[in-house]
């Protein structure tokens, strides 16, 4: 059932709506003739709870006033087919809250170029595997400490080689070797 307009007009008088909420109807019955100035002033009307209400779906500024310019071109669109069953601002928050939702989806399935894809990873030549760390260690405390590399992470094994030889032999047969 579309809007009609001088129903609507009577319907807001009878229910004893404040003026803002009648020019709402009024607004969108404009609309839906193609009155673009009735278009600019319910965009000045609502675009901030639009917006606040976009921002707060998205958490992201860019995204919301996407989504508010999504919600008033909807709006300019649909204004034929708006149905009095709520109040207008209900109406375009409604369309907002699907537009949102719709702009998160698409977001998680948008996959980077390969520009971006190759300019996001690390080299691999600076981090090493687990497994490679463990091999270099153990190469480390097999090898005399002169022929060891120099770095933090050496000087650290060799403390701990060092206090693990000056062990007795019955508290390295308690616990377990590395």
Partial sequence: MQINCTLAKVATRRVGADAGERSD????????????????VLFARHNVRV???A????????????????????AWRGAKS???????????????????KDALQRRRHEYLSDDDAAASRTPRTTR???????????CCRSASPSSRPH?????????????????SPRSSESRPAP
């Fill in 128 to 138: 090493r595997p687990s497994g490679a760390r463990r091999s270099a260690a153990r």
């Fill in 151 to 167: 770095s933090a992470r050496s000087s650290i094994s060799s403390i701990t080689i060092t206090s693990r030889s000056k062990r």
């Fill in 51 to 53: 917006y606040r209400f």
């Fill in 55 to 74: 921002l707060r779906l998205t958490r992201d500024e860019s995204l919301a006033e996407d989504v508010v310019s999504e919600v008033f071109l909807h």
């Fill in 25 to 40: 109807d009024f607004l969108i019955c404009a609309i839906a003739k193609g009155d673009k100035l009735s278009m600019k």
């Fill in 82 to 100: 708006f149905q009095a069953k709520s109040k207008v601002s209900t109406w375009l928050l409604a369309i907002a809250h699907n537009k949102a």
